[in-house]
């Protein structure tokens, strides 16, 4: 009995459930009632009444018939058809529902001729506004429901300040700023088709702005002081039209915000196929728009585009054109909020103005630089911008630093101990050292190289990663380095000696036949005093040319003269040629750690002695062939090589004091070479070249036996130094 009482009592409650659940998903679908047509001055309005808000999802004018709008609905039920009033409009020919699936449907408005149209709601009716296209107009028009306006509000000129542009690529919104409330109008006009936005009772400082759009239908937007005399003095803002367009009006307390979109306009679907729902945005609006007043509250419109983002220099977001002067910077960063979909929050001290013109900048960098040009900054938590002063968001960081500092040191402590294998402990001490806390604690044990740590839990992470990254087997590289020095030498000397001995006496039975001189002695040892040289035996009278060649090997002696002796020609050529190649070759081996520095040094070392204060004091002065390399092993496998050669030799053939003075050659370079390849440093070159001669003045001039008086040595020497370098890594 009481199992059947709980059974009934579940599926009562069941019941209920269902029932509550029907009527929940009743009330938030729509049902249209009634379909009006409301003809005015200027706009036709269409009026949907409905039990709920209408939700669109998608409008355009239909490919297959170009003057009928298509309105795409969901959330409403199809069940009847509404009541349809025509009324007396000479513009819309017709209006159908059909239904295109489970609570959705289409409303199609048959036309005569396609107009700019827009769309708005509230909670109970949705309208959809088309401006007729004037072609009576001449000079200004004022609609009924303006006149009485501008009537009931009190006369007060106010400023239309300026035109923003915010230029992306598929979309449009063009920014009326004013400096307080005005009534405003819209209505379309031909001959070009043209949108136009008439704001009463303002004055336009610079009514020549023009801005070229050339896209959505939109061939450029342009103002201009339509008159400055009473009754009223209009500011107008002028929308160029290639085709009438859908677009979208915000209304709010200082501006004014039109808008054109392309994935809401000229959609190429068929009327007879149901478009997809893209965007499903709830139309609210508190009221039908007459000719508007700015202080009335405003409508939200719908079909919202989202932006498409992009990658350009290092921003993400869709490029688009702003063209703002001293414009609020609040207005304009909730116009790039709203264009990027992010919710934005200002704090109580932002304030500032904005002037730029930037043409297709990611919408991202465009809200740095105006954040920049205000000394503002900015956070973003999920899609919530939030903008405050720089000192406001530094001062954030630090607190916010300080409390995790604060909880991080209210923590316990831990010790770890850790011994390293590969790298000193000392030295892994140096860069732990910064990162621990100020409770924190790091001791050396040389002895077993450990490291012994305490500090708070959340700092062992940090200090764990770091000591996996240093200890680690550090991989060494071989370097073999074969040292080449090569020489040659060449020398050439060619001297000449001649003298000769003359006597005139009558002894010798030879005389002058003169009283005097009577007799003549010439001896060639006498010129000069003390230069006489005794070779190949020594001649006679010596040479009177004494310039053999420096060193000789060979010498050719040539003497004559007569019987008597009283006259003799001593003649001697000497004569040297050498030459001779050397090579010197040494192939040292050495292995060294990655980023180690391995040195080589090959040669002597030259004492040298110095007397200071009566003490002598010997130093020794390397005189060697040093090569010096540092290698780094790279990601790839090859190696970084640091080179630095020096060859230092003792010149002893110009000794000074006793001590040879040090000849350097010395280069240095930095190359990259693969694991076992060869790196070649040469051009350690020293060439001598070296020509004297000795000759007697005036006579070596000679023609052809100025030869007789001179010699000449020459000497060539050539020594090369080359280092082949292959360092080869090993694991």
Not at 23 to 47: M, R
Not at 607 to 631: K, Y
Not at 645 to 664: C, E, H, R, S, Y
């Amino acid at each position: 009995m009481k199992r059947k009482k709980f059974l009934q009592t579940l599926l009562l409650f069941c019941f209920l459930a269902l029932l509550i659940g029907y009527a929940n998903n009743n009330e938030s679908q729509a049902s249209i009632n009634k379909i009006s047509v409301q003809p005015e001055e200027l706009n036709t309005k269409i009026i949907l009444e409905a039990t709920a808000s209408i939700v669109v999802t998608e409008t355009f004018y239909s490919q297959d018939h170009p003057a009928t709008i298509v309105i795409c609905l969901d959330q409403v039920l199809t069940e009847e058809q509404p009541q349809i009033d025509l009324g007396e409009s000479l513009l819309v020919e017709d209006i159908k529902v059909e239904k295109t699936g489970t609570n959705t449907c289409r409303l199609l408005i048959g036309l005569k001729e396609k107009v700019p149209y827009r769309i708005y709601s509230n909670q109970s009716y949705s309208v959809v506004e088309l401006n007729r296209i004037q072609r009576t107009f001449n000079g200004y028009v004022v609609s009924a429901d303006t006149e009485e306006k501008l009537k009931q509000t009190p006369k007060v000129r106010r400023v239309f300040k300026e035109v923003g542009i915010l230029d992306a690529a598929d979309r449009l919104d063009v920014t009326a700023w004013l400096d307080g409330k005005a009534i405003s109008q819209v209505f379309a006009l031909e001959s070009p088709l043209r949108l136009v936005v008439d704001f009463f009772d303002t004055l336009y400082p610079d009514p020549t702005f023009s801005y070229p759009v050339n896209k959505l239908g939109i061939d450029k937007v342009r103002t201009g002081q339509f008159q400055r005399e009473n009754p009223y003095t209009i500011s107008r803002l002028v929308f160029d039209l290639t085709e009438p367009r859908f677009y979208i009006l915000d209304y709010m307390e200082n501006k004014l915000v039109v808008s054109f979109s392309k994935t809401a306009v000229t959609r190429p679907v068929p009327v007879i196929t149901p478009p997809t729902p893209e965007v499903k945005v709830p139309i609210k609006i508190e009221k039908p728009v007459e000719p508007v007043v700015v202080e009335e509250p405003p409508p939200q419109e719908i079909i919202r585009p989202r932006p498409r983002a992009v990658t350009a220099e290092g921003y993400t977001g869709e490029p688009l054109s702003l063209r703002v002067k001293d414009a609020d910077l609040r207005d304009v960063i909730l116009y790039l909020g709203e264009f990027s979909g992010l919710n934005v929050v200002f704090d109580p001290d932002v304030r500032g103005t904005v002037t730029v013109d930037l043409k297709y900048v990611p919408w991202d960098q465009i809200l740095d630089i105006v954040l920049k040009l205000n000394k503002m900054g900015k956070t973003i938590e999920g899609n919530v911008l939030r903008i405050a002063t720089i000192g406001a968001l530094t001062r954030e960081a630090e607190e916010e630093r300080r409390m995790v500092e604060s909880r991080e040191l209210a923590g316990p402590l831990r010790t770890e101990i850790y011994e390293l294998s590969y790298a000193k402990a000392a030295d892994v001490e140096t860069l732990l050292r910064p990162k621990i806390s100020d409770r924190g604690e790091i001791i050396v044990d040389t002895r077993t190289n450990s490291l012994i740590i305490t500090d708070v839990l959340d700092r062992f992470d940090l200090l764990e990663q770091i000591l996996s990254v240093v200890e680690v087997p550090t991989p060494q590289v071989s370097i073999e380095a074969r040292i080449i020095e090569a020489s040659s030498n060449f020398i050439r000397n060619f001297g000449i000696q001649w003298g000769f001995r003359g006597i005139v006496d009558p002894f010798y039975g030879n005389q002058t036949s003169l009283q005097f001189p009577n007799k003549i002695d010439v001896d060639g040892a006498m010129i000069p005093q003390g230069t006489s040289t005794r070779g190949i035996g020594g001649p006679l009278g010596g040479y009177a040319i004494n310039l053999p060649a420096p060193a000789f090997s060979s010498v050719l002696g040539i003497s004559t003269g007569n019987v008597l002796d009283t006259f003799r020609l001593d003649t001697a050529i000497s004569a040297l040629e050498t030459s001779g190649e050397g090579k010197i070759i040494s192939c040292p081996i050495i292995t060294t750690q990655n980023n180690m520095k391995a040195d080589i040094v090959q040669g002597r070392q030259i004492p040298v002695q110095t007397v200071a204060n009566f003490t002598t004091s010997t130093r020794f002065q390397n005189a060697a062939l040093e090569l010096h390399a540092t290698p780094q092993i790279t990601a790839e496998g090859t190696i970084i090589m640091e080179i630095e050669i020096k060859n230092d030799a003792a010149d002893f053939a110009n000794l000074v004091n006793g001590i040879p003075p040090i000849t350097t050659q010395y280069a240095k370079t930095t190359v990259r070479v693969p694991d076992g390849g060869t790196t070649v440093i040469g051009g350690i070159y020293r060439t001598e070249d070296s020509f004297t001669r000795e000759k007697v003045p005036f006579l070596h001039k000679i023609p052809i036996l100025g030869s007789l008086f001179k010699n000449f040595s020459r000497t060539k020497q050539n020594r090369e130094l080359l280092i082949f370098i292959t360092p080869r890594i090993i694991q």
